[in-house]
Structures are given as structure tokens and as C-alpha cells.
């Protein structure tokens, strides 16, 4: 195992492990302290804004400074968060939380270029890729149950000491990142011809990669958000909630174990397929029913469904530029696929409120099939490209 993709995955594992303890209790945050139901994810919404600022500043601050210094200023925003965090919950200022949450979606920006540098570190992207998503497991059983269990031994005003806990993880993961000896770019040599923007991102393969991961990461980020309302609103407490989401992110990186073996096997567009129809899967789970087990199957599958799809389009558009091109590559792919997700974390609690959690599952079955025509147009793409030469 590569020490650095290694050290890597722990750090992805504890930004992760934040991350689900915040999905958590962020919505019944906004359930207590927002001042109407439209704005109940909102806080969740600012974390992704920030996800969403980040993306281009972030790779042009690490082409500039190198990886070390962009994961750990990324870190230090992350905590600055967290203190923020703890204050506005114990002042029960909606706002301020917002402002927070804001806050450690920047640090997460930065932080969802792990896996560019864990690709960059290892002669092996697909493994590298699966190693790095695999660290999810950990926060799958963390991240949840750290919520739980700081709330029940410590109580305090609307959460408030989870952002504690959420602070030493990050801290730790800045500890750990000093250990890393990153690939950067050699700024000092000159390099090659580098190709513009518009040639990188209008590429078959890159525009099918960037279309994959953004539909599958919006369709994700909508159940995941609005799932503790919904349980919510049928009567289920925080720890029922946190036991599907544990099990959701389960989904999301337990097959991350095998994905980059699949990738190998199959291909990155047969990979992409099956996510898709397994997403479909949820959405009928979801559809025939709201008990415990209703919830907890089709957040699993989910998770499953994003893994195949999200893992497989970061691999493929790691194929569409060249080393000296990474920065702006990534930064592009990064912004259009957090915008989305920005989008549908404002949405969630909305729609949850004023459609239904079941029709919003309606919405989320033509997202897949959008999914499965974009495969399928790209694969005829090739063939087609093939039979000319």
C-alpha cells in the first residue's frame, strides 16, 4: 500500500466523518432555529456554497503554493468553522450557524481534491481512487454515531458540543496531512504546451465524466438531505434518523473496496450503468413505503448507486488532461459539479416541505434515466469514432 495514498484516505476518512456528522444534525438544526420551514436546509445549502466557492480558488492556490499548503489552509478555515459553530448553537443564532456552516464547506472544498492528489501519488488511479472513497466506511460508523453519542452523555443547546468533536477530527486530519509527501508540479521547469480550457472541457469524455458526476451527486445530495425531515415528519428520532444515514454512507463507500476492480473489468461506462439502475432501485424502495427498514434499504442502495457512478467519472475525467493542465481541469470539474449540489442541498427542504418526500423520489427517477442516455450517447460516440479510423 503507497504510505501517502494511505495517509490520504485517513485524512479523506476524518473530513468525511465531519461531513456526515454535520448532514446529521444540520437539517434539525434548521428545523429548530430557522425562522420558516423554506429555509430548514439552508445551513446545509451555505456549507455547499462554500464547497461551491472553493472549487476554483482551491486548485489555483495548489498550483500555486502546492497540495500541502492548500489542504492545510483548507483545514484551518474547516476549524474555524467548528468554533463558530459551537457559538452560534449555544447562542442559537440561525444566521450565524448559516456563516459556520459556510465556513467548513470551505475547508470540505478544498478537502475534495484528496483524491486528484491520492491520483497523482499512485501508478494505479482506479485503486488509488477506491482507496481514497474506501475511507468513507470509517466515517459511515463514525459520523453518525459521534452525533448520537456527544448529544446523549454531553447535552447542550441545539447540538452544540458535536462541533467539538468536530474540530479534533479536524485537527487531526491536520496533523496527519504534515506526514504526506505530495507530487507537485515542477513550477520551475518548463512545461509543455498546455492545451485551453475550452478544448480540456469539450472533450467527449470529459463533458460525459462532469455530466455523470453532477446529475449522480445532485440526485444523492436531494434524498440524502431531505431524508432526516422526512423520518422526522413520520414520527422517527435522531438516532433512528442516524442509523440510515449510517447505513447510507455504508452504500456510499463499502464498494469502494471492489469499484476501481469493476472499473478494471467492465469499464467506467457498464460501472456508471449499473449506478444508475440501482439508484432507480431506491427510488422504487422509497416509493412503496416509509417505515424504518423503507428508509434504511433505499439510502444503502443510494449510497451503492453514487459510488459506481462518482467513482467512475472521477476516474474517467483523470484521463482528459495532462499533468501541467490538472489545475484548471480540476477546478472545472469540481465548479460544475458542487454548483449542482449547491443547489439541490437549497432545494431538499423546500421540496421534502412542500411536495412530498415521495414525489421528490418522481423527481429524482428521470435524473437516472438522464444518467443512463448520456452513457449511452457516449458509448455510440465511440463506437462511431472507431468504425471512422
Known amino acids: 500500500m503507497n504510505k501517502n495514498v494511505l495517509l490520504l484516505a485517513i485524512c479523506q476518512g476524518l473530513i468525511t466523518t465531519g461531513n456526515i456528522l454535520l448532514v446529521t444534525i444540520a437539517a434539525l438544526v434548521g428545523q429548530a432555529l430557522s425562522p420558516s420551514e423554506g429555509f430548514t ?3 446545509i445549502a451555505t456549507q455547499m456554497l462554500g464547497l461551491l466557492f472553493t472549487t476554483i480558488p482551491a486548485s489555483l492556490i495548489m498550483a500555486k503554493m502546492g497540495r500541502r499548503v492548500g489542504f492545510s489552509l483548507g483545514n484551518l478555515i474547516g476549524i474555524s468553522g467548528t468554533v463558530l459553530g459551537f457559538y452560534s448553537l449555544t447562542s442559537s443564532e440561525f444566521w450565524l450557524f448559516s456563516l459556520a456552516t459556510f465556513l467548513i464547506g470551505i475547508g470540505i472544498g478544498f478537502a475534495t481534491l484528496y483524491r486528484f492528489a491520492a491520483i497523482e501519488a499512485s501508478d494505479n488511479p482506479a ?198 493542465e490538472r489545475a484548471k481541469a480540476q477546478a472545472s470539474n469540481e465548479f460544475l459539479v458542487f454548483s449542482m449540489v449547491a443547489v439541490s442541498s437549497l432545494a431538499a427542504g423546500w421540496l421534502e416541505a412542500v411536495i412530498g418526500w415521495q414525489a421528490l423520489n418522481f423527481v429524482a427517477i428521470p435524473m437516472m434515466l438522464f444518467i443512463l442516455l448520456i452513457v449511452s450517447f457516449y458509448k455510440m460516440t465511440l463506437k462511431r469514432f472507431a468504425i471512422s479510423h
Not at 157 to 170: G, R
Not at 250 to 273: D, E
Request: charged letters at 5%; proline letters at 3%.
Open 41 to 43: 436546509t439552508f445551513p
Open 127 to 324: 485503486t488509488a481512487i477506491s482507496t481514497i472513497m474506501a475511507s468513507g466506511v470509517v466515517a459511515a460508523v463514525l459520523g453518525p454515531n459521534i452525533a448520537v453519542w456527544v448529544n446523549h452523555y454531553f447535552v447542550s443547546i441545539n447540538y452544540a458540543n458535536v462541533f467539538i468533536a468536530l474540530s479534533a477530527l479536524y485537527c487531526l486530519a491536520l496533523a496527519l496531512l504534515q506526514a504526506v509527501t505530495f507530487n507537485e508540479v515542477d513550477r520551475k521547469k518548463t512545461q509543455p504546451h498546455s492545451r485551453s480550457l475550452k478544448q480540456i472541457i469539450s472533450q467527449p469524455k470529459f463533458i460525459t465524466a462532469v455530466l455523470v458526476a453532477m446529475v449522480s451527486y445532485t440526485t444523492m445530495n436531494l434524498l440524502m438531505t431531505a431524508t432526516p425531515l422526512a423520518m422526522h415528519r413520520h414520527g422517527f428520532d435522531l438516532s433512528a434518523s442516524a442509523l440510515v444515514i449510517e447505513w447510507h454512507v455504508l452504500g456510499m463507500f463499502v464498494p469502494s473496496f471492489f469499484t476501481g476492480k469493476l472499473i478494471t473489468k467492465f469499464g467506467q461506462t457498464h460501472v456508471m450503468t449499473a449506478g444508475a439502475l440501482v439508484v432507480l432501485g431506491c427510488c422504487v424502495v422509497n416509493l412503496l413505503g416509509v417505515t424504518h427498514w423503507h428508509f434504511l434499504l433505499a439510502l444503502c442502495l443510494l449510497g451503492v448507486g453514487w459510488n459506481f457512478m462518482f467513482i467512475s467519472a472521477t476516474h474517467m475525467v483523470s484521463e482528459t488532461y495532462q499533468e501541467h
